[in-house]
């Protein structure tokens, strides 16, 4: 089992639309989780923490559910420029950073 | 807003040689570490550094690749005797804290090519 598993999309959606994605974990002492997006042949840039009491940033909404080994990104009102990939990102301990493979969005006019 | 800065951006590399990429972390930052992510394929984790010794590292990290913190600033990766399956972009990133609240911020990465 991948140690942090998502779904590779692509997800082609409308401008205003709403998108959730989803990922999975298997390391139970995972400690830490983020989203970051990336653009073609781009570095990865945060776009989230996430925490168990979930969080809010604008258009984005992020959730963790422990019991479940899951995290959520919840994108509303979709933009042309959200057009990327979205990595979930679990921080294990120790050091260690293990990225998910990626979600890809494209957000259509 | 301060950044990680990597440099060449492209490196262009015979099969057989060494390499070295160069990172120069956010200043205040504390932790620093390399990842790799071949062409398609998702970001590898290979290695991260602390206190001027590696913390942890991956299996992709053999004895074909080490790290150092020559001086205050730079944060270096050498890879030696490079194999075409090397060819990949580097990224470096740096951040205050191990995990926890502190994300890592990524340089832009090099580019290498093994030819």
């Known amino acids: 089992r991948k140690e942090v598993e998502q779904d590779p999309g692509p997800f082609n959606v409308p401008e205003g639309a709403t998108v959730a994605f989803n990922c999975t974990y298997s390391?139970?002492?995972?400690?830490?989780f983020f989203w970051y997006r990336q653009d073609c042949r781009k570095e990865p840039k945060l776009l989230m923490s996430?925490?168990?009491s979930g969080n809010e940033d604008g258009r984005f909404t992020a959730q963790l559910n422990r019991a479940s080994q899951y995290i959520s990104l919840l994108i509303r009102d979709s933009k042309l420029s959200d057009s990327a990939t979205y990595l979930c990102v679990a921080y294990t301990g120790g050091f260690k950073t293990i990225f998910g493979a990626g979600t890809r969005l494209f957000v259509k006019a | 807003e301060p950044e990680v800065t990597q440099t060449p951006s492209h490196q262009v590399t015979q099969m057989g040689q060494e390499v070295i990429l160069r990172c120069v972390p956010i200043?205040?930052?504390?932790?620093f570490y390399w990842y790799r992510q071949i062409l398609g394929q998702k970001v590898e984790f290979l290695v991260s550094f602390y206190n001027n010794e590696i913390s942890e590292k991956s299996e992709i990290f053999d004895d074909q690749f080490s790290v150092e913190r020559p001086d205050g600033s730079n944060f270096t990766l050498k890879i030696r005797s490079t194999k075409l399956e090397d060819s990949a972009m580097y990224f470096c990133?740096?951040?205050?804290?191990?995990?926890?609240?502190?994300?890592?911020?990524f340089g832009d990465g090099t580019r290498l090519s093994i030819l």
């Open positions: 996430v925490y168990s």
């Open positions: 200043s205040n930052h504390l932790y």
């Open positions: 990133a740096s951040s205050e804290d191990r995990g926890m609240s502190q994300p890592q911020h």
């Open positions: 390391n139970s002492a995972s400690q830490s």
